[in-house]
């Protein structure tokens, strides 16, 4: 690793930031706008914090119990009234907030006006069902406007939405919903990939059998005719909020009001339900919205992901909408029907901001450069990358078919940050493979496993003071939300290997844990090894990661069959469409090779470390510790 850090600083070559860029940067001096937030966060903050409508003011900034924070003591808000109510009071009314195109072409817009009546529609339509404030609701829902609004829609009176991604299967959806003991389902008849449609409402039925605590399921019926629902438990979405009043007052709210629970893995199977609040989380992602894409009122602001992600919480839904944005979001893949396809949306829409992931420029960059050349992208200024490390090589690429002269903004952040915390801004040089400097107000380091800073080299991330959009707790498991804490003295670890180079620049070189990125999505290697140890045939597994050229990482699992069975292409397909069923098509293995015993600690861990060095022919370092 340490080799391949080596040359790739030396490959690397700074780009500084166009006069252009740089006079409509709202910061124009990264160093001395930095040394001042940091000089006094809390000051930094509150002025941040001001910019937004609160319906009582804090007493106090941060409450810092290590590492319990509170911030924004006493103050009121909600977050939906600033994202909607607040522009539709002023001239942003009748703007654009959300146009969406589905696969198929389909195209929706609404206006600021138009998705606060939608969303009031949807709040009250929830409050009628006799939800009240705390209650949990599950989405699981395709990238359709729906999810949107009912995000926004929970978020007004004050309920906690668990948005889970529609790509999960019907296990891994009940236990999400098991764990947030949610009240109510909100869900679609079917979602679409690469013209393939899914049956959601089939996974959904297989989940809630055994899920309780679910009420009633809201259904989106996109298909005709409209899949037949059961009258006692299912709902029709249209005829759930039609007849409800298009104003609904949001509800004032304690700052430290959870918002949203989002699932996320680490180094067990079981995924953490991350706690993220009105409050700090409002003033995070609206003011990294507006400072890292410099984004203003005439701008169009294209982010990929879907909304199931931290990333579409954060930078599709809650920062461009705080900020009276104009967002661009669309279904699919960014190959289908054709590999112009996001180039085309670009084109058509003036989009001004494109936020898109390394996996994703890997997979176009596949297709050459004569599909981004057939499109006018001539309204791009700012682009950005999220989810993974990118590798220069793609880096290069993006930045010469959109022109060569537009910023990339490699965003470094997480689940558990709710923002992003080390990045570039548009003012600040470049290096490409490089996420370059904290945030403003952000003290982010390197260091050893004493916390020692590490003034050039590889390290440990981390975090060295709150911030305000930082998970409050994992839901259920305050130990596991002290173990971020725990890991290195006096800092939140990231889990993130991460390099520092002499001008104090970060190169994030991976997970540091038991945890993969496989096409920037996170997912544990616990989960799949117990999604393949509870098919028969399994007594054991491991699951490693290797390197891939598109998705960056790939899966590859270890297994030790049971007596009596045998290695052969039905079985292996057997266990991939197994972990397909319990997890979802994220994370089944791209490989699986039965082996006979695994490499083990005396204890009986395995030694992961061990077959991913052999897998891929390297040194396996210290195996002092190997039983075999
Ligand atoms: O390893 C880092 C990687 O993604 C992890 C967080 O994953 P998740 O919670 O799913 O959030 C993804 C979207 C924010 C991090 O621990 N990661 C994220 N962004 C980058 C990155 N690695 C390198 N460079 C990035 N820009």
Redesign the pocket.
Known sequence: MAEKIETLLKASRVIEPTEKTKAQAYIKDYEKEYQRSIADPEKFWDEIARELEWFSPWTKVLEWNYPWAKWFLGATCNISYNCLDRHVKSWRKNKVAVIWVGEKGEERIFTYAELSRQVNRCANALKALGLEKGDRVTIYLPKIPEQIVAMLACARIGLIHSVVYSGFSAPALESRIKDAESRLMITADVGYDRGKSTNLKKVVDDAVANCPTIEKTIVVRREQPGVALSASKEIDWNEWLEGQSTTCEAVALDAETPLYFLY?SGTTGKPKGVVHVHGGYMVGTYITTKYVFDLKDEDVFFCVADPG???GHSYIVYGPLLNGATILTAEGKPDYPNPGRWWDLIARYGVSIFYTTPTAIRLLMKYGEDWPKKYDLSTLRILG??????NPEAWEWFHRVTGGDKPIM???????TGMILVTPLPCVPLKPGS?TRPFLGIEADVVDREGNSIEKGGGFAVIKKPWPSMMRTIYKDPDRYLSYWNNIPGCYT???VCHKDEDGYFW?M??ADD?L?VA???ISTAEVESALVSHAAVVEAAAIGKPHKTAGEMIKAFVILAQGQQDSHELIKSLKDHVLKELGKIAVPREIEVVTSLPKTRSGKIMRRVLKAKELGQDPGDISTLEE
């Open positions: 996320t992600w931290v990333t990358s999220v989810g993974e490390p990118i490699d965003t470094w952040w997480q689940t558990e996420a990231a889990g993130d994030f991976g997970r945890v990125k920037g999505n996170r």
